[in-house]
């Protein structure tokens, strides 16, 4: 049986994508210290809150490096979430501000996945 290499995308190139039926828009990118803002979408248009995300740094089977989205393991540690409405963009904006600045001097752990 041939085992076929999995290779990891970086979090830099993730601007646009779908998760659990929500569409998610990146609204902040620190290439430097890998940290990103999500703004999530719901499938009615409405906005639901944020991702404040580190990417976790991983090597491809071509020993190349990137920072990829953390698994949902790995939250809490390297990636939060806001719950809001159009209403709570304010109360969200101070969360996304403290839990950036949490993440903003963490470790990233290397590994192979």
Known sequence: MIMKKIFRTD????KVFKRI?????QVY??????IYVYDIINPDGEHRGYEIIKGVKSKNPDDSIVYRYPTDEEFGVYAWSTVGTENTYDFEMEQVVSKVEIIENRAIPSSKE
């Open 21 to 25: 039926g929500c569409t998610y828009y």
């Open 11 to 14: 979090i830099s190139n993730k």
């Open 29 to 34: 990118a620190d290439n430097d210290k890998h």
